[in-house]
């Protein structure tokens, strides 16, 4: 689909950010098969419109979204249609993302990355700033739940190279965090955080 030479580096434990024009798509590549990328998109004429997991739980009625499913801004806009995907299709649209008092819960004294200021980073290269952290859909993200509503933290599904293909509904700027998480097991069992990669195709 792509020109791997093309493809842009989403460092570990940090952030990219990148625009892309309505009918173009992002590739996300899952370098390793472990890593979880948090992904948020935006609509650059009007930061406060973000992709909203809430408002595209309420409109497609699903928790893991398939192939011609689109996630949805919260003005109810769709953002993002997922086109293709070569991973098990386990997604996360749950969690918030992390931060530095998500990691004070799990017993950080001192700081640690997290990918709520990876966004913030992301971002500011663009010379953008959002309002605030939007929930983020959590590519590759292994959180199983029960009928209960019960929550499991466990290892991704994915293979070293499985890619998304998002095609962009309108143009938006589009980020990305390598999740620095290293104490739960979502980006595998060893809790080593490693590079992903992306390119607008």
């Known amino acids: 689909m792509t020109d791997e030479t093309a493809l842009i580096e989403i460092p570990a434990r940090r952030g990219k950010a990148a625009r892309v024009a309505r009918g ?3 590739k996300v590549v899952n370098t390793h098969g472990q890593q979880v990328v948090d ?3 935006f609509n650059p004429a009007d930061m406060s419109e973000c992709m909203s997991m809430e ?3 309420a409109t497609v009625l699903k928790m893991w979204l398939k192939v011609g499913d689109s996630y949805h801004s919260n003005n109810r806009r ?3 249609t997922l086109v293709e995907d070569t991973s098990a299709g386990v997604h996360d649209t749950l969690l918030a993302a992390c931060d530095n008092y998500r990691y004070g819960l799990l017993g ?3 700081y640690h990355d997290n990918c709520t200021d990876n966004l913030k ?3 500011d290269a663009l010379g953008l700033a959002a309002p605030k952290t939007p929930s983020p859909l959590n590519l590759f993200m292994n959180i199983p739940w029960t009928a209960e509503g019960g929550l499991s933290f466990e290892a991704p599904v994915s293979k070293p190279g499985d890619y998304v293909v998002l095609r962009a509904e309108m143009d938006l700027v589009v980020a990305f965090s390598a999740c620095p998480q290293d104490i ?4 595998g069992e060893l809790c080593e955080p490693v590079e ?3 390119a607008i195709v």
């Open 55 to 57: 408002a595209t739980r």
């Open 24 to 26: 173009q798509s992002v």
């Open 184 to 187: 739960l097991p979502i980006n």
């Open 78 to 80: 769709p953002m993002l």
């Open 121 to 123: 980073a992301a971002l």
């Open 39 to 41: 992904t948020w998109a």
């Open 196 to 198: 992903a990669h992306f």
């Open 108 to 110: 950080c004294t001192e």
